[in-house]
């Protein structure tokens, strides 16, 4: 038995969780690990396993949990917590991930998603926690050159400093003159891999949240992209524009100024995704995410397209190879190989 083994089986014996069944549930991308419990005694709970020794912590989880509850949104309920081990149990908000009921129940997919925005609709009505971080345009434009520091230097292997500064300087301009606001919380992960479907509850709760421990105060325009550009699953562009329009329509945003804004956040939430899923496959050993990259270059070349990005589109045209085959196994050959 590992020591963390034996952390968790301690932690599960105080709360009188010590007799409960244990299976896996799927992870993401950080090195959390989660659990679900199952016990004659109860509804099932979920362990999250967030060892501090791997850069883990568990308080913006319980913090933003608690924010989003208070506002009337379905996260989690907190059932147990250890901070200094990282351990947290939680309520199970079940297995309908927005992600498989679209796949078994085409039908769904416009209740899904207009629920989905109506609870961004709502959220936004609320002021962020007075002393969240603010994801602005210095920080964001250093995450978008993640795609020259890991994909573009990945397939390369060339390291381009002036191309980076350019496209970091590009991005940051963007945002400044065109979404600077950073006025609403964002989860940053809000996507149908984190969404999931509570049929028994009424308004904005039938919508379950996960993973938004990450969150920021931000532009109104990032979780709707996260929403609608996902880069695990097609969203068609009828969906996508329906969804921008009925966001528009329901808190009164000036429709070109947000649609401006919602392809530059585009643009940089695309840019990072890339940069980000090139470092896990060859940092952390992870190559599962490399086949995402193209759908992720398509959203990314859409949302370039927009009316002003013109000289951001030739930037990365000149920066960032195409994600082809060839590309794409470059990539793979070098997982886990680079510090």
Same mark, same amino acid.
């Given at each position: 038995?590992?020591?963390?083994?034996? $952390?968790?089986?301690?932690?599960?014996?105080?709360?009188?969780?010590?007799?409960?069944? /244990?299976?896996?549930?799927?992870?993401?991308?950080?090195?959390?690990?989660?659990?679900? *419990?199952?016990?004659?005694?109860?509804? #099932? *709970?979920?362990?999250?396993?967030? #060892? =501090?020794?791997?850069?883990?912590?568990?308080?913006?989880? !319980? @913090?933003?949990?608690?924010?989003?509850?208070?506002?009337? *949104?379905?996260?989690?309920?907190? !059932?147990?917590?250890?901070?200094?081990?990282?351990?947290?149990?939680?309520?199970?908000?079940?297995?309908?991930?927005?992600?498989?009921?679209?796949?078994?129940?085409?039908?769904?997919?416009?209740?899904? &998603?207009?629920?989905?925005?109506?609870?961004? !609709?709502?959220?936004?009505?609320?002021? =962020?926690?007075?002393?969240?971080?603010?994801?602005?345009?210095?920080?964001?434009?250093?995450?978008?050159?993640?795609?020259?520091?890991?994909?573009?230097?990945?397939?390369?292997?060339?390291?381009?400093?002036?191309? @980076?500064? $350019?496209?970091?300087?590009?991005?940051? /301009?963007?945002?400044?003159?065109?979404?600077?606001?950073?006025?609403?919380?964002?989860? /940053?992960?809000?996507?149908?891999?984190?969404?999931?479907? *509570?049929?028994?509850?009424?308004?904005?709760?039938?919508?379950?949240?996960?993973?938004?421990?990450?969150?920021?105060?931000?532009?109104?325009? &990032?979780?709707?992209?996260?929403?609608?550009?996902?880069? @695990?699953?097609?969203?068609?562009?009828?969906?996508?524009?329906?969804?921008?329009?009925?966001?528009?329509?329901?808190?009164? $945003?000036?429709?070109?100024?947000?649609?401006?804004?919602?392809?530059?956040?585009?643009? $940089?939430?695309?840019? @990072?995704?890339?940069? !980000?899923?090139? +470092?896990?496959?060859?940092?952390?050993?992870?190559?599962?995410?490399? =086949? &995402?990259? =193209? +759908?992720?270059?398509?959203?990314? /070349?859409?949302?370039?397209?927009?009316?002003?990005?013109?000289?951001?589109?030739?930037?990365?045209?000149?920066?960032?190879?195409?994600?082809?085959?060839?590309?794409?196994?470059?990539?793979?050959?070098?997982?886990?190989?680079? #510090?």
């Amino acid at each position: 038995m590992t020591d963390r083994s034996a $952390q968790i089986d301690h932690f599960l014996q105080v709360n009188d969780l010590a007799h409960v069944a /244990r299976s896996d549930l799927a992870g993401d991308a950080s090195n959390r690990r989660y659990f679900r *419990l199952t016990h004659s005694d109860g509804p #099932p *709970l979920v362990l999250m396993d967030a #060892p =501090p020794s791997k850069g883990e912590d568990t308080r913006p989880f !319980v @913090r933003i949990a608690k924010y989003l509850k208070d506002v009337g *949104l379905s996260a989690p309920n907190i !059932v147990a917590q250890d901070d200094a081990n990282g351990f947290l149990i939680l309520e199970d908000l079940g297995d309908d991930l927005f992600a498989r009921l679209v796949d078994s129940h085409p039908e769904m997919e416009v209740e899904l &998603y207009t629920s989905a925005t109506d609870l961004l !609709v709502d959220l936004h009505r609320h002021r =962020p926690p007075a002393d969240l971080a603010t994801y602005d345009a210095s920080d964001a434009a250093e995450l978008a050159a993640l795609s020259i520091d890991w994909y573009a230097f990945g397939v390369s292997e060339t390291k381009d400093d002036q191309s @980076r500064d $350019q496209l970091a300087a590009e991005m940051a /301009r963007l945002i400044k003159a065109h979404a600077p606001q950073c006025d609403v919380l964002v989860q /940053r992960d809000f996507h149908s891999e984190n969404l999931l479907w *509570l049929a028994n509850r009424t308004s904005h709760r039938r919508v379950g949240l996960l993973d938004f421990q990450d969150a920021l105060a931000g532009h109104r325009s &990032y979780d709707l992209v996260s929403l609608l550009q996902d880069a @695990r699953r097609d969203v068609s562009p009828e969906i996508e524009m329906q969804m921008v329009d009925h966001y528009i329509a329901s808190t009164g $945003q000036i429709a070109d100024q947000f649609k401006t804004a919602y392809a530059v956040w585009g643009a $940089q939430r695309n840019l @990072r995704i890339i940069g !980000v899923f090139a +470092r896990l496959c060859m940092r952390d050993g992870k190559p599962g995410y490399i =086949p &995402y990259i =193209p +759908r992720v270059w398509n959203l990314l /070349r859409r949302d370039l397209v927009h009316p002003g990005l013109e000289h951001l589109n030739r930037l990365v045209l000149d920066a960032l190879p195409e994600p082809s085959p060839g590309s794409l196994s470059t990539l793979e050959a070098k997982c886990a190989r680079t #510090p």
